[in-house]
């Protein structure tokens, strides 16, 4: 078990540019989701994949936001057209089928608008 | 507006006493609840849950106690160490394995040697 993964650590852009960051899942885990957290305050849910299947979206998620799972596997976040209130923790987790499962995090994507 | 709210935003405790910290909920669906501790630079690492069937649930050290008709839990961890000293977030979901879990904005818990 090798935990979730996510790329890149750290991440500073201009407003106005776009940025993509990635999460690779545990494994044997079939549903993933994004969360955002900002300064003092705790995580907020994004979106939630099960395999490819974006299946939920929260209103948080504008439509300069999107996510994709293209083979069940890895997923990315991109966003569009960065705005100085995108600054935040983008941290994702997975967690396996069904049940009482707990999610799982990574160690998240600072992002950080100038 | 804020559902699940942690009143407490730090605390700290001796080394060797009982650290307990509280979480309330407005949303009377709720019937999961989860609680993540938090390093600097790293994710939420799960701690332990507790569904709405149950007034208590133990693992180790750490005791969650959930309170249904006071919208209450707490986690009681004994004895506490320095190690614990993290960032404690209280989560819950509208159903158990629900894929939105709505989380409070963490308690900063220090454990002084």
């Known amino acids: 078990d090798t935990g979730v993964s996510q790329d890149p650590r750290h991440k500073i852009t201009k407003r106005g540019q776009n940025v993509t960051f990635r999460c690779d899942p545990i494994?044997?885990?079939?549903?993933l989701y994004w969360y955002r957290q900002t300064l003092g305050q705790g995580p907020e849910f994004l979106t939630y994949f099960q395999n490819e299947a974006q299946l939920e979206k929260s209103r948080l998620l504008s439509d300069r936001f999107s996510a994709e799972r293209p083979k069940g596997s890895f997923s990315t976040l991109e966003i569009q057209r960065t705005e100085q209130g995108d600054s935040a923790m983008y941290l994702c987790?997975?967690?396996?089928?069904?049940?009482?499962?707990?999610?799982?995090f990574g160690n998240g994507t600072r992002l950080t608008v100038t | 507006d804020q559902q699940v709210k942690q009143n407490s935003p730090s605390l700290s405790v001796q080394e060797g006493r009982i650290s307990i910290l509280n979480c309330d909920y407005t949303?009377?669906?709720?019937?999961?609840f989860l609680w993540y501790k938090k390093y600097p630079a790293e994710g939420p690492t799960f701690l332990i849950s507790?569904?709405?069937?149950?007034d208590k649930n133990e693992d180790g050290r750490f005791t969650v106690f959930l309170n249904k008709s006071a919208k209450h839990l707490s986690l009681h961890i004994v004895p506490s160490q320095p190690g614990d000293s993290a960032v404690y977030f209280c989560?819950?979901?509208?159903?158990?394995?629900?894929?939105?879990?709505?989380f409070g904005t963490g308690t900063r818990l220090t454990v002084i040697p």
């Open positions: 494994s044997e885990h079939n549903r």
């Open positions: 987790a997975s967690s396996p089928r069904g049940g009482l499962s707990p999610l799982h």
């Open positions: 507790i569904s709405s069937i149950k």
């Open positions: 989560a819950a979901s509208g159903r158990a394995g629900a894929n939105n879990l709505f």
């Open positions: 949303n009377s669906m709720f019937d999961y």
